[in-house]
Nanobody
Framework: QVQLVESGGGSVQAGGSLRLSCAVSGYTESIYSLGWFRQAPGKEREGVAR????????AYTDSVKGRFTISQDNAKNTVYLQMNNLKPEDTAMYYCAASNRPWSGVLREQDFPYWGQGTQVTVSS
């Protein structure tokens, strides 16, 4: 089992920045990918970013490329999502997730069996 606990959400004006953190514990040796997903009210959950072992083979959804950066601190067992130049359309509940399956190249929530409780990000215009 893998446990994930997110933090760092909040409210910010458009153009601002936030950094989300996700503390990872449990059977971390089984993890192939750590990812961030988000779900806005009335919308389906979508993949935002993914990081692989050693911080390589990262992936981002097109709408956040150049603005968001996923990273990890192995010593702290923590994965981060640095979000810059935030837009109102980034408003959503953000979830950290872990996958014990080989990376398929596509960020799909069905490949991630372990999830955190979520942290809310609200961006005002």
């Amino acid at each position: 089992q893998v446990q994930l606990v997110e933090s760092g959400g909040g409210s910010v004006q458009a153009g601002g920045s936030l950094r989300l953190s996700c503390a990872v514990s449990g059977y971390t040796e089984s993890i192939y990918s750590l990812g961030w997903f988000r779900q806005a009210p009335g919308k389906e959950r979508e993949g935002v970013a993914r990081i692989g072992p050693g911080g390589f083979t990262n992936a981002y959804t097109d709408s956040v490329k150049g603005r968001f950066t996923i990273s990890q601190d192995n010593a702290k067992n923590t994965v981060y999502l640095q979000m810059n130049n935030l837009k109102p359309e980034d408003t959503a509940m953000y979830y950290c997730a872990a996958s014990n399956r080989p990376w398929s190249g596509v960020l799909r929530e069905q490949d991630f069996p372990y999830w955190g409780q979520g942290t809310q990000v609200t961006v005002s215009s």
